[in-house]
């Protein structure tokens, strides 16, 4: 029998040298996706208040947002718009001219290849009802209905020149539509990013204020169930066999043991998305001096990484990608 004072873990963990040479699990600003939001006309960035530090940019602000961002080395970007008009439909959405793909092009000419642009592909932004999705006379949303206004949703995304479009409707089949409707319009070189397990989450409420969202009601018809969990695997393997490029699992850090699931058994990268509740929670408890902010802003995109995520979108990526360049020097 070994004596157990002969087995010693705590001996690689005792200089700064030896805990980093024996790291499992490393942040790379490169796998860091920073979400941005642009508001239709506005003429000064304005902060969100459930989101201190976060803006809703104006074009020109959203322009040096990115830059900052591609200066800091960060893997990409994924732009949310606020219209000023909605409809039913989500008309704006669609419209070159609409905020969401002028955002876009702005983007690409500031930063060109050096970020992965991406765009949140989904009607919630435009309707004025704020589901995610056309409805039924009956007030329903109508999944295949839905899934003509996203393929045109993401050809205009696409002519506008966003990299990778952000599927976040949870309809069953937009994976597969929208690809079949870029392929079709001679675009199978923009990639489909798939919102895969998207679950019906109490830690969106800051995002709606984000996006001034007009929602009455909940999700709970398309997004998933908190309970489930093998579903999860389902969702994905479902978005896989109709081509998605990347899968995603949202939110994160409620949500572990689904990203770890994910990763095991997904064969193109996973991306998790640390959302705008789990950024709230952490600012809010750091501003009262209840946890440090800096360390509990690093321990959990870690912990995102280290349950599967190959990368993570934040809200803090840009600042967190400072902080990494920080340690290398
Ligand atoms: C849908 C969308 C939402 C988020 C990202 N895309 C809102 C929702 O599904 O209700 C939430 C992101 C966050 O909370 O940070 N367009």
Redesign the pocket.
Known sequence: MTDARRVRPRRLRATPALRRLTAETRLDAAQLVL?VFVKEGLTEPREISSMPGVLQHTRDSLRKAVAEAAAAGLGGVML?AIPTVRDAVGSQATDPDGILNVAIADTVAEVGDALVVQA?L?L??FTDHGH?GVLTPGGAVDNDATLVRYAEMALAQAAAGAHVVGL??MMDGQVGYVRDALDAAGRDDVAVLA?AA?YASA??????D??E?Q?EGD?RTY?MDPANRREAVREVAIDLAEGADIVMV??ALAYLDILSDVAGMSTVPVAA?Q???E?AMIEAAAARGWIERRRAILESVLSIRRAGADHVLT?SATELAGWLAEEIR
Not at 203 to 208: I, M, S, T, V
């Open positions: 979400p949310f949140d989904c919630d932004e995610c976040s409707g919102y998207k830690f969106y409420g800051p995002f709606r984000a996006v969202s929602l999700r997004q949202k939110p998305y959302v705008s509740g950024y809200y």
